[in-house]
């Protein structure tokens, strides 16, 4: 079997990020071509891909950006397992890729920003974040959170924490205004912080149903027996206690715990002379499902 050439053990690895040992390997089995070893390296990758893919997400980072008008932004959260891992220089790069992939497109969450083709890559997503897991990584990797929104009459905002483990981004419509966009970012700082609660919605109607019914299951433990007038009175009031507490607009602001987000929202409409609308939010962090 002929001795495979350093310089091309280089070039293949430059080609696939696999280590030296594993592109040796490749040409050695595919008897120096280099699709050949490309194909073999594929493989081992899609095959440990697939093993890890139960492994546990603990770590990884997130991104986000807004455009130049203030009216698209998009956040981004790449899992990963380990900390060593989420500050490698080739996750931190594909996170970048992935964020540019996202506020180019209109994406609907993780499984389409998983199809589109990475141009970084001229691979799908999919294909990428497989063979990081497989060859270049070597542990599970995906994306575990994508959110892009577009106002066409108001502002997206974005705040995402310095160590980049956790961000929001909001969407509020209704103006371009400065004062729109100043509020917008503080309600992603707000949603970002998750305090006294992380939001479930953006407004009452917005709670999922299901969730709702749990909220007055929860609320009502303990009262069997009572007249059921008094019961009424004290889960309505326990669902209105939750409502302020998990309803973003309902919220107290986390800079200033007597006014409301709702509150918030309005004097900056005031100020823009216009009636804001808090649209729609995300929240990601790292390890969260």
């Not at 490309?38 to 990758?45: D, F, I, P, Q, V």
């Not at 203030?70 to 990963?80: Q, S, Y």
């Not at 371009?176 to 970012?185: P, R």
């Not at 889960?235 to 309902?250: P, Y």
Request: aromatic fraction near 4%; glycine fraction near 8%; include cysteine.
């Amino acid at each position: 079997m002929a001795e495979i050439d350093a310089k091309v053990v280089m070039k293949l690895r430059a080609m696939t990020n696999a280590g030296m040992m594993e592109c040796k390997k490749a040409l050695t089995e595919a008897n120096g071509d280099m699709d050949g070893a490309c194909e073999l390296l594929r493989k081992w990758g899609a095959g440990r891909a697939e093993a890890k893919a139960s492994n546990e997400m603990k770590e990884g980072l997130i991104a986000g950006k807004v455009s130049a008008d203030g009216k698209t932004g998009v956040l981004v959260r790449l899992g990963c397992q380990t900390d060593f891992v989420a500050r490698n220089d080739s996750f931190q790069a594909l996170l970048k890729d992935l964020v540019e992939l996202a506020f180019a497109n209109d994406i609907k969450g993780p499984a389409c920003l998983n199809k589109l083709v990475a141009p970084s890559f001229n691979k799908t997503v999919e294909v990428v974040l497989n063979e990081f897991a497989g060859q270049t990584l070597k542990e599970n990797i995906q994306v575990t959170g994508a959110a892009r929104f577009v106002s066409a009459d108001g502002v997206v905002g974005l705040y995402v924490h310095h160590n980049s483990k956790v961000g929001g981004l909001v969407q509020i419509d209704g103006s371009t205004a400065e004062a729109a966009a100043k509020v917008a970012s503080e309600v992603a700082m707000h949603v970002t912080a998750g305090m006294p609660f992380t939001p479930v919605a953006v407004n009452r109607d917005g709670v999922p149903a299901d969730q709702l019914a749990k909220e007055r299951e929860i609320a009502a433990e303990g009262l069997t027996g009572k007249p059921a007038n008094i019961v009424e009175k004290i889960v309505a009031g326990k669902i209105e206690k939750f409502f302020e507490d998990r309803v973003l607009v309902e919220q107290p602001f986390v800079k200033d715990d007597k006014k409301r987000i709702r509150e918030l929202v309005a004097d900056a409409g005031k100020i823009a002379g216009a009636t804001l609308t808090v649209k729609a939010f995300a929240r990601y962090k790292v390890g969260e499902v």
